[in-house]
């Protein structure tokens, strides 16, 4: 199966713009979702689909899916948005996640 | 609304089986697919399979030669076994709803059960 590449960490000063990425080869063909793990808690879908919000999500997060980039926004960041954030698809019969993002909101 | 929460023995010795039981509250367990995900310490997260009450089940490759899921709807619980487990089965283990729908998604989570295998 193909791995996910996150990058390590991503900053984003309060109140701007966080963009996390998702690659893989043609990852467009695929549905991608997101997960948010804050320290100590378990995970939350925040995406799915490539770009649909579960009911409770803020629509401060969206996403998209295009070429071998799939891409998680967090808009106007907010202290409590300060997490990991993994992707996960389904390949090859089975799922993959990514190994994390750290966001740290400054 | 709808909880999960895991449960179990914290502790186990290397070459036992880790057994863990997720109970289900707010829905019946009949109406979804339910999957277990691991994550060491400091790690990153692993898919392990997923279950359905009709006796449908997956495995990841690796883990499948050690690794039992099922359904109890009695109880509204699943259960997960993984045996001969080594230190590095250490991890905290979720219990999820799993969206086996085609898009494949984990929708709800347990809280996490941390299990560390150590003699």
């Known amino acids: 199966s193909y791995e996910l590449t996150q990058p390590l960490s991503v900053s984003v000063a309060l109140g701007q713009t966080a963009k996390i990425t998702c690659g893989r080869s043609?990852?467009?063909?695929?549905?991608v979702h997101w997960y948010q793990q804050k320290p100590g808690q378990a995970p939350v879908l925040v995406i799915y689909r490539d770009t649909f919000r579960p009911s409770g999500i803020p629509e401060r997060f969206s996403g998209s899916n295009s070429g071998n980039t799939a891409t998680l926004t967090i808009s106007r960041a907010q202290a409590g948005d300060e997490a990991d954030y993994y992707c996960?698809?389904?390949?090859?019969?089975?799922?993959?996640f990514g190994a994390g993002t750290k966001v740290t909101v400054l | 609304q709808v909880q999960l929460q895991e449960s179990g023995p914290g502790l186990v010795k290397p070459s036992e089986t880790l057994s863990l039981t997720c109970t289900v509250s707010?829905?019946?367990?009949?109406?979804?697919?339910w999957s277990w995900i691991r994550q060491p310490p400091g790690g990153v997260l692993e898919w392990i399979g997923y279950v359905h009450y009709r006796g449908i089940t997956d495995y990841k490759s690796s883990l499948k030669s050690r690794v039992l899921m099922s359904v109890d709807t009695s109880k509204n619980q699943l259960s997960l076994k993984v045996n001969s487990v080594t230190e590095a089965d250490t991890a905290v283990y979720y219990c999820?709803?799993?969206?086996?729908?085609?898009?494949?998604?984990?929708?709800?989570w347990g809280q996490g059960a941390l299990v560390t295998v150590s003699s």
């Open positions: 996960q698809v389904w390949d090859s019969n089975t799922e993959v």
């Open positions: 999820a709803r799993f969206e086996y729908n085609g898009y494949n998604y984990f929708d709800l």
């Open positions: 707010g829905d019946s367990i009949s109406n979804y697919f």
């Open positions: 043609n990852i467009e063909n695929i549905n």
